[in-house]
């Protein structure tokens, strides 16, 4: 099994930059692509960008410009760096792991926006 766990959540004022980390572990991993969602209060859960393991890179266009997404192979970690945050962003924010064994989703990470 493959724990995931995403970190660097907090409260940023609008205009504000946050950066998440997602850190897959376990035992014989071999994590493939790795993807960054997130759910706002009352709304569906949606894809916000996905890194494979060759360094291959898809950001969703509402948040092209803003979000980057990366990763460290060797660290099985990838990272969300959000950028000129607005009110919108307000959701909690979940990391997708592909491995070998199967696909794992971490308990995701509270990313608030207010002013």
């Known amino acids: 099994q493959v724990h995931v766990v995403e970190l660097g959540g907090g409260l940023v004022e609008p205009g504000g930059s946050l950066r998440l980390s997602c850190i897959a572990s376990?035992?014989?991993?071999?994590?493939?692509?790795m993807h960054w969602y997130r759910q706002p209060p009352g709304k569906q859960r949606e894809r916000l960008a996905t890194v494979a393991r060759g360094g291959w890179t898809d950001v969703v266009d509402s948040v092209k410009g803003r979000f980057t997404v990366s990763r460290d192979v060797p660290k099985n970690t990838a990272y969300l760096e959000m950028n000129n945050l607005k009110l919108e962003d307000t959701a909690l924010y979940y990391c997708?792991?592909?491995?070998?064994?199967?696909?794992?989703w971490g308990q995701g990470t509270q990313v608030t926006v207010s002013s």
């Open positions: 376990g035992r014989n991993l071999f994590v493939g692509a």
């Open positions: 997708k792991v592909e491995d070998y064994s199967g696909t794992y």
